[in-house]
Each structure stands twice: as C-alpha cells, then as structure tokens.
C-alpha cells in the first residue's frame, strides 16, 4: 500500500510539474531552452528563471524557511548514474546551493528528473525513501511558489486538454 500510494503521489506531482512547464515555456520563450536552428523547445531554462526570480526574490533575503521548500536549499536530491559496464545506481555530490540558477536547476531540477526516469521500488535506495516524500512534498510547494510569481489566477493548473 506504501508503495502506490507512493506511486499516487509522484504522479500528481509530475503532473503539476508538467503543467508548470508548459506554462513557464507558453509566457515567454526566455524561458525556454529552443533551438536556434529547428526553433524546436527543447525544455525549460532554469537559469534564466532563476535569474527572474532573483530580480523579484533575492536568493540571500529569501525567507526559505517558511517557504515549504527549504529542503531544496539545504540538500541536494540524488543523481541516477551509470555504472562501469552495466547497471545504475544512486549517489550524491552535495553541492552548495547558493542562487535560485542552482536551486531550480539541480535540485528541483533533479527531483523531476528522477521521479520522471528513477524507479526506487526496481533501484532501492532505503536510506532515502523518507526523502523522496520530503521531496515530492517540497517540489509542490516550490512549483506553486514559481507559478504565482508568473500568474495571478490558478489558470495554469487548469486541466490538460486535448482537442
């Protein structure tokens, strides 16, 4: 029962995540990685979010912990990495994170990344399960911070249409 409601809530937030996303990347294409040649949109740029955020929040004044997402500041989540000749595994390089550039493009970064590619229950890492749910939760608060930095109604969480 653990595990899927485990499962619930990574999917939910990755939802809220993709939804922010394409909100972020739909305001302005500043805030999208295109490519110069195809004009394709190849993801989000975390630096220059980042940089916008600095300019309304600096990083130093930021009052993180009544943010709900103070976790993002004080660790790092983990990197899915391969391994010499085969296989994956978990490990960390605890990193100083000390601007908004890096917050949002390691950490929240990262904890996207790995709920979207890493599957704990198939690549167990015990010591961090507890985390991972610190995470998911911090990653919501962190995603509803984002957006209503950029959006004064909840129009970009309206539900995904496919017409």
Known sequence: MREACLDEEISKFMLLAAKLEFFLVNLTQDFAHVDGETRVVRGVNWDRIGQSLEGKHPFEEFDFVGSGFQVFKRTTPQLLVAKDGSGLKWDSDEIEVWSWQVL???SYAQLRNNVAHGNK?????????????????AGHHLIHFIA???SSD??????IQFS
């Open 154 to 159: 909840e129009s970009w969480s309206y539900a």
């Open 121 to 137: 229950a198939q690549l167990s890492a015990p010591f961090t399960h507890d985390r991972t749910r610190e995470f998911l939760e």
């Open 148 to 150: 209503g930095e950029y």
């Open 104 to 106: 949002l493009g390691r």
